[in-house]
């Protein structure tokens, strides 16, 4: 049977701008998901399928792997924030028993991964291998570097100081402003009956992925096979063949399971091919897995951010003149930019502009809604302070100029299970143990493509999905066992799901919240495909139908018009005789689609004795159009909700101004949130199954910070105006308040 | 972490021999919630270690005519939870379920958390040559200063993490050490020294010395003490600030008192003039903010930690207003 192709209209839309693109999809004679309400799988909650492996530990991630023979790498980073390499001497350490390979900046290949010009302090200079893994660190140890040591800033304002060291050769620290401007603020505010100015601070996060980046490298007849805690395989086996200059095909990636990414693993890191050098020098595999001091220092982070924010209303509420000055630093990368202009909110008169600063320290990368959060505290926190100077509901405010519908209704939504009717209207008083409420809101893009995937039905009836997806712990392996099940009358049990791996159809990276919207439709496509197929084989001769009109359901294969007319899974397998059923589908429109808003109510505790805030409750709504499995996405929203507790009260990265050189790359002074502050949290799911599959990773994070920060000031009066808000900062706002 | 021979203690006598007279050559193994972290940082770089959990019968809690007698390698969870300790040291249970977290209350000992090192970020890192570490800066100063030293510091600007030696000060509780000559016995109070005497250790026990036994005297009837912690979490955190109080009451009078402050200085920080302030006083909240002020009188914050004067004042306040 040939499944006939048809020409549909892909819509995108990209910083503004719209793209139209026709493409060939397969047309299957079926369009949407249909109304899950009635289905077993699709839509459903499930346990993800690898829950039993997970808990009890015979789920292998990368740092379980070990391969006969492997030796273990480390590498040896720069001990300045600024340096020139002088002289390297590693004979003591080659002359270490168990050392068998070394690489140097000079060495062949190492040049773009080996430093002699160090940036940060963390940068790589060299790396070894050894049998142990302490034998490798003892090497390092001996690995003499003789550094020259130059002037260097670590922190975004005082890199833009007049006189500061210079970053990159061949720019400024500071970015030329990027200007985004509409309207005409002057105007704009000499029309406001009210302003607001205020600076905002926001420090630079780390990811603190539970499992740290790393490798195993293996190299066999000039192939390289990788293990890898990716989220990536494909960007990885791209940048891995680039690198050592071999086809793709001869580059194969692995990933099964990984203990998160957040945005820091999407791409080839330099450590795979460190390790994959090393091992091509030893001629062994090589396990490489970075410290938790590494990933703080060197794998990637969410840049500061300093803004200064104006903004003007009418009596009633209404916006009239935003202004945004803000800057902050990515690092080496530079890059701090943050999206708004403004920020959710419609305003006729705005002016943002933007500054990236270079310093000397690890690079940004992704994390988890890049730009977002930072863009959300300000944001909120000002429409907040320009509510208690209108006095006026923040709410109402934010209601009145809020361009989106649909984040409108899922604020009152929200409000109403809340309880925002029992905020108090003006602060409590700066004693004892206070309570307070606030909210916050953000909007994420999500959306889906790129994607392919195969279906296997085998004569004995098993089935197997492949996918060259990766499940980043989010249960992506579960969605697709949902949908292949669904659409075969299977169980999860019966459906065999195979991803992580470069060797299946390829898929995009597991970043921007795209990898449910793009794996679902494909896997969707896939089955569909596969199960006309399968029916092809016998409906016109065992029933005398078209295989439109068979239905699978609970293990049977019947007809839907008499569904007497039946025969098992296993016998509608067999008609396949010999060869199993191999179909290659890919991602459709009309399955997915992209933007979503979020927004939390937060309740918190202020002891205004010490200035600890407790989160208590969170009522966090979010939509994602159609949910494939709502315990997933639930557990997807805590997640988010939690590590925007930590953004908001704890997390930091703390650098030593004269030393250059982060003081707390642990996780006893870089503080995540532990059990003990895990508030009540409900999650609202905004419904919109009509829409198809959007992702639900970043949106839920967005919000959280703000809305902390909005109920510590309704609590007590303290306008903590800078994440973390950690006690000093609230009895300062504490004292503040007092003097007036 | 450097390589280092292991070796089992078998008696407390011969422990001082294994540990030998220069410090850093060799540690003592107790729970090492500690000592595991400092080796693995570099931080400890000794040649032996020496494991003391081979030795029999250290790990014990009695109550004796003349006080509370625990053995060094009691974990700080057999602490919380004894049933064997009364009310009169109930400061000491509550400073000891405010340690870090369960799974380390299971295995940390508690000589080992009096004994355990600073936690500053500039010590505690490898990156930092700091006078602790034999260098010739203490960062702090000019550095990120906002959990170190408001009373005390100089030239070094660590605040002694221990909750428990603060409440143990507050309970006169004093150490018994065993040495190459035999045991000794200190008061808490004279076992902690400042960075301008030592700016290498923390307290007084030499190279060749342990702690072999903690004893609390008995507390005059109608005492009671309380011990309040501020950190960020819950748990695992050490305290930004925390004090122990301990007051014998007749009526709403105080007729003796102890105040002991943590996380505010490099020792567990006693305040005697508080102390007698408060003897004889009536309870009220005028005299307990007048103590809390006294108390933070020769505070001397630096950049990012002034803070702690206002925080540490509101606890003290506080706890002596929940004793009366």
Known sequence: MQIKMKKVKIVTRRRGETTETWIDVPDTGEEGWGDVAGMKYVGQRHQRIDAVEKVTGRAKYTYDMKLPGMLYGKILRSAYPRARVVRIDASKAAALPGVKAIILPDDEGAADLLRRECRYAGQEVAAVAATTLEIAEDAMNLIEVQYTELPFVVHADKALESGAAQVQDDRPNGSEPRVNEQGDINVGFAESEVTVEAGYKTEVHTHVSLETHGSIAHWENGKLTVWASTQAISATQGGLSQFFGIPNSDVRVIKDHMGGGFGSKLGPRPEYAVAALLARKAGVPVKLMLTRKEEHITTGNRPDSFQNVKIGAKKNGKLVAYRRENFGTGGIAGRASIPGQPYLYEVPNFRVEQTDVYTHGGPQTALRAPGHPQAAFAMESVMDELAAALDMDPMAVRQMNDPDETRRNMVTLGAERFGWDKRRATPGPATGIQRGMGMGAGVWGGGGGRTKAEGVIHPDGSVEIRCGTQDVGVGTKTVIAQIAAEEFGLTLDDIIVKIGDTNYPPSGGSGGSTTCASVSPAVKNTVQMARLKLFDTFASSTFGVSPHDLEAKDGKVYVKSDPSKSMTWQQAAAQLGDEPLVVQGQWVPGLSSSGVPAVQFIEVEVNTATGVVKVVRVVAVNTSGLIMNPLLWESQVNGGVLMGIGYGLYEERIMDPRAGYMVNPNLEAYRVMGAMEIPEIEVVAYNQPERGVIGIGEPPFIPTAPAIANAVYNACGARVRAIPITPDKVLAALAERREG | ?324
């Not at chain 2, 950049?303 to 009366?324: P, R």
């Open chain 2, 1 to 324: 972490m450097k390589k280092f021979a292991y070796i089992d203690a078998t008696s407390v006598d011969t422990v001082p021999s294994l540990l030998g007279r220069r410090f850093g050559q060799a540690q003592v193994l107790a729970g090492g919630t500690d000592l595991v972290g400092e080796l693995k940082e570099y931080i400890a770089t000794p040649d032996r270690v020496v494991n003391l959990k081979s030795i029999p019968g250290l790990d014990y809690i009695r109550q004796e005519d003349d006080g509370l007698k625990i053995g060094p390698l009691t974990t700080l969870a057999d602490i919380e939870t004894s049933t064997l300790i009364n009310d009169q040291y109930s400061v000491l249970q509550q400073a000891v379920s405010a340690i870090a977290s369960p799974q380390i209350r299971n295995v940390g000992t508690i000589a080992g958390n009096i004994c355990q090192r600073p936690r500053c970020w500039y010590y505690r890192s490898e990156d930092f040559d700091c006078l602790k570490n034999g260098g010739d800066t203490c960062y702090s100063v000019r550095g990120v200063n906002r959990y170190h030293a408001i009373i005390g510091g100089g030239p070094c600007y660590i605040v002694h993490p221990s909750d428990s030696a603060v409440a143990l000060m507050s309970l006169n509780a004093s150490v018994k050490i065993q040495g190459p000559r035999g045991p000794r016995e200190e008061m808490l109070d004279d076992f902690f020294v400042l960075p301008e005497l030592n700016i290498m250790r923390e307290n007084g026990l030499r190279a060749n010395e342990f702690v072999t036994e903690i004893i609390v005297p008995a507390s005059k009837p109608n005492t009671k003490g309380i011990y309040v912690k501020v950190r960020e979490r819950d748990a695992i955190d050490f305290a930004m600030a925390s004090v122990a109080v301990t007051m014998t009451m007749s009526g709403n009078t105080c007729s003796e008192a102890t105040v002991v402050l943590g996380g505010v200085a490099p020792v567990p920080w006693r305040v005697p003039d508080v102390e007698q302030f408060l003897q004889g006083k009536q309870i009220t909240e005028d005299v307990a903010s007048a103590a809390a002020e006294m108390a933070l009188r020769e505070a001397d914050p630096m950049s990012d930690n002034s803070y702690k004067i206002e925080m540490t004042q509101n606890i003290v306040s506080q706890a002596i207003l929940d004793l009366a």
